[in-house]
């Protein structure tokens, strides 16, 4: 069964930095589109970025271009988020999910930006 | 960017009932190559979202038969043929056929009488 395990949420003033992960097994990794998506407290769900699966090309929602950058090290088996310039509307549970179809999702890890 | 709108918001079911819930996009679904990119999610309380449905109709493996989706072009319908307790929480549509970005319904919130 795939998993996906996010972690690096934590709370963080506006205009600070913060980088996620998120370790994937139990596929080959490395053939796989990766996204994040994220979930603000008690809303819906947004699609944030997406890579492919050799890294070359990345792809992200308006609201982040600019601040956030999506990579991944293939041999590690892991997927990253950069989160910089963070935003009291960038608050929210971020979740990695294998394909751009959302395949399996991992738990996901919070990020709370606020002072 | 290409908007889905869900309906109703709210679906309250009895037990052992059918539910159905409707994803309208703001524009046809149907890829240059053919293919209808839409899927659908749900989250139940406190848990990560888990797809049931993509490509219109194509069920994920583990999922109920009384899980069904259909529709073509912009209008879309997740149907459950009979409602069970585990079936509460949000469920999602989510368009990749015109990517980027992936946009998705606002969620339609399914709790039993």
């Known amino acids: 069964e795939v998993q996906l395990v996010e972690s690096g949420g934590d709370l963080v003033q506006p205009g600070g930095s913060l980088r996620l992960s998120c370790a994937a097994s139990e596929f080959t990794f490395s053939a796989h589109w990766m996204t994040w998506i994220r979930q603000a407290p008690g809303k819906g769900l947004e699609w944030v970025a997406s890579?492919?699966?050799?890294?070359?090309?990345?792809f992200y929602v308006d609201s982040v271009k600019g601040r956030f950058t999506i990579s991944r090290d293939n041999a590690r088996n892991s997927l990253y988020l950069q989160m910089n310039s963070l935003r009291a509307e960038d608050t929210a549970l971020y979740y990695c999910?294998?394909?751009?179809?959302?395949?399996?999702w991992g738990q996901g890890t919070l990020v709370t930006v606020s002072s | 960017d290409v908007v889905m709108t869900q309906s109703p918001l709210s679906l309250p079911v009895t037990l052992g009932q059918p539910a159905s819930i409707s994803c309208r996009s703001s524009q046809s679904l149907v890829s240059s190559d053919g293919n209808t990119y839409l899927h659908w999610f749900h989250q139940r309380p406190g848990q990560s979202p888990r797809r049931l449905i993509y490509?219109?109709?194509d069920r994920d493996s583990a999922v109920p038969d009384r899980f069904s989706g259909s529709g073509s072009g912009i209008d879309f319908t997740l149907k459950i043929s009979r409602v069970e307790a585990e079936d509460v929480g949000v469920y999602y549509c989510m368009q990749t056929t015109h990517w980027p970005p992936s946009t998705f319904g606002q969620g339609t919130r399914l709790e039993i009488k």
């Open positions: 999910a294998q394909g751009l179809w959302l395949d399996s």
């Open positions: 490509k219109v109709s």
């Open positions: 890579i492919e699966p050799d890294g070359s090309e990345e």
